[in-house]
T-cell receptor, first 113, second 111 residues
Framework: DSGVTQTPKHLITATGQRVTLRCSPR?????VYWYQQSLDQGLQFLIQ???????AKGNILERFSAQQFPDLHSELNLSSLELGDSALYFC????????????FGSGTQLSVL | DQQVKQNSPSLSVQEGRISILNCDYT??????FLWYKKYPAEGPTFLIS?????DKNEDGRFTVFLNKSAKHLSLHIVPSQPGDSAVYFC??????????FGKGTRLSVIA
């Protein structure tokens, strides 16, 4: 158990809908990262938050947004969903801003039908 | 543009033999490299890492080799065990930037 909790584990929705993925980092970790794993793709970095502030941004679509709350949990919001958004979304946490060792949750499998 | 490449999607090895997983990178600014292991229905877990100032790091059955001039690293598992069957991701970073991952290599260790 990595200590990182992601909910829900599975999500099935329709095109055009909006969903929210939730992540609770390991106790004491200040950084939260979101990664997307599509079919035949590696882990694509989406966005990082550190202690409530956006720290780094990757290949995140404008339809996607995220935030980190005062209790350090994070939410990834995906809107106007398309079939191509179907993927496994991972959250990871680390103690500092650029710690090399990330601890990953077990992911949320999103299926857009 | 894929900065970290794992060109072998899959690899099969006999139990007890050596498994060699390869990874190439294009960004010469990368200064830290990691391997993660992923079982089905679980998130990736950290396995072993190496700094760019070293060329080898060993942890039990796992050894990572770094060839900076070739921009290549490899993970050796000796001896391979059935429990090593998983997807292995190579990752790299430059300074405090977020990790960049490869697409992964699925290792199957056959008993």
């Amino acid at each position: 158990d990595s200590g990182v909790t992601q909910t829900p584990k599975h999500l099935i929705t329709a095109t055009g809908q909006r969903v929210t993925l939730r992540c609770s980092p390991r106790s004491g970790d200040l950084s939260v990262y979101w990664y997307q794993q599509s079919l035949d793709q590696g882990l694509q970095f989406l966005i990082q938050y550190y202690n409530g502030e956006e720290r780094a941004k990757g290949n995140i679509l404008e339809r996607f947004s995220a935030q980190q709350f005062p209790d350090l949990h994070s939410e990834l919001n995906l809107s106007s969903l398309e079939l191509g958004d179907s993927a496994l979304y991972f959250c990871a946490s680390s103690a500092g801003q650029g710690n090399e060792k990330l601890f990953f949750g077990s992911g949320t499998q999103l299926s857009v039908l | 543009d894929q900065q970290v490449k794992q060109n072998s999607p899959s690899l099969s090895v006999q139990e007890g033999r050596i498994s060699i997983l390869n990874c190439d990178y294009t960004n010469s600014m990368f200064d830290y490299f990691l391997w993660y292991k992923k079982y089905p229905a679980e998130g990736p877990t950290f396995l072993i890492s190496i700094s760019s100032i070293k060329d080898k790091n060993e942890d039990g059955r796992f050894t990572v080799f770094l060839n900076k001039s070739a921009k290549h690293l490899s993970l050796h598992i000796v001896p391979s065990q059935p429990g090593d069957s998983a997807v292995y991701f190579c990752a790299a970073r430059s300074g405090n930037t977020p990790l960049v991952f490869g697409k992964g290599t699925r290792l199957s260790v056959i008993a």
